[in-house]
């Protein structure tokens, strides 16, 4: 029996919009934004099992014959490509006498630190034992169990993703004065969306959230938005929040332009800062797909829509992150409502 595939999409991509209100006469959605619904939600992602699994930053950062240096909640930790490709991991700090590993040359798929040669290929060494490591092909993970105290497992917490075959993905990263948790809870506030980001979203309506209807924590965030293109050009979507794990927040369009697109949002703890600050970096992932015919010629042009969606990314991330540092600042100081 021959089956049919699925007809590529041929509907319009971009949408003409009604003449929209001004920015200050939109619909008000601080009722709908329930501190107590935000805390809630927050309070579930927290509960969730992370397997003590950090995100390092981008695949693309580790280069073969580069080792790359990242601390993560106080904890050095280096990575590398060994000679086969694959990453390995471990303390940032040489065993021998101190040295930072990250500066250390990589010969043969072997770490060497620049102080001494001692040589490192990934297996326990002179005292020095390896983190378990992960390259999902998009980001890198670590695993560390003394700072996350958790079940360990062997893998990240799964998110289901688009074939990474037919996805055209861009990474962006920042880094915050505040804790992953004011990260999360910025995500778990899609109401601010229009008002906060004008530039980028109109026309959104959270149409969903846990506690009202039949939703639950695990369902999210369902909100109906439109993307702003140019002038009063937009594309309409569904999107999906969801918290796979603790400091992970992930949106998925399940309806409209690029369905099954997946943009993730990772917030990983670093080192203190100026006066003992808590420092988070923020990994977002852009997974973007779409049906229709153009798209695989689309994607030859990779690196130049990669720095466009990067471009994105960081002018939402740079109102977020002022979002967030101001719930830490907030928080502190215990004048945080809610």
Same mark, same amino acid.
């Given at each position: 029996m021959n089956r049919r595939r699925p007809r590529a999409r041929t509907g319009p991509l971009l949408h003409l919009r009604r003449r929209p209100p001004a920015w200050p006469e939109q619909p008000a959605t601080w009722r709908a934004a329930a501190p107590g619904l935000i805390a809630g939600a927050?309070?579930?992602?927290? !509960?969730?099992p992370s397997g003590n699994w950090y995100v390092l930053g981008p695949s693309r950062d580790l280069v073969p014959g580069r080792a790359l240096g990242r601390t993560i909640g106080g904890r050095e930790v280096v990575v590398w490509r060994t000679a086969h490709g694959r990453?390995?991991?471990?303390?940032?700090?040489c065993p021998h006498l101190g040295a930072p590993l990250k500066d250390g040359a990589v010969h043969r798929g072997a770490l060497i630190c620049r102080w001494h040669g001692l040589a490192l290929d990934g297996t326990p060494c002179a005292g020095w034992s390896p983190y378990p490591v992960h390259d999902d092909g998009v980001l890198l993970w670590v695993r560390l169990d003394d700072l996350g105290r958790e079940e360990p497992t062997d893998r990240p917490v799964p998110t289901a993703r688009p074939p990474l075959a037919r996805a055209l993905s861009a990474v962006h990263t !920042?880094?915050?004065?505040?804790e992953p948790e004011d990260i999360v809870a910025n995500r778990l506030d899609p109401w601010h969306g229009a008002w906060f980001h004008p530039h980028s979203f109109v026309d959104l309506a959270v149409v969903g959230a846990p506690g009202r209807g039949t939703a639950t924590y695990d369902d999210g965030f369902t909100v109906d938005v439109s993307f702003k293109v140019a002038g009063r050009l937009v594309?309409?979507?569904r999107a999906v929040f969801t918290t796979p794990g603790p400091r992970t927040v992930v949106m998925r369009i399940t309806r409209g332009e690029g369905r099954g697109s997946v943009v993730e949002t990772h917030a990983t703890p670093l080192a203190p800062g100026a006066a003992g600050r808590p420092r988070t970096m923020v990994t977002e992932a852009v997974l973007a797909v779409s049906d229709r015919p153009g798209f695989a010629v689309t994607r030859r042009a990779a690196p130049v829509l990669r720095r466009l969606m990067r471009a994105a990314a960081g002018?939402?991330?740079?109102?977020?992150?002022?979002?967030?540092?101001?719930?830490?600042?907030?928080?502190?100081?215990g004048r945080f409502p809610g």
């Open positions: 927050l309070k579930h992602a927290l !509960a969730r990453p390995a991991a471990g303390p940032g700090s !920042a880094v915050g004065v505040c594309v309409p979507v002018r939402l991330w740079r109102d977020d992150l002022a979002y967030a540092e101001r719930r830490w600042e907030l928080r502190g100081s």
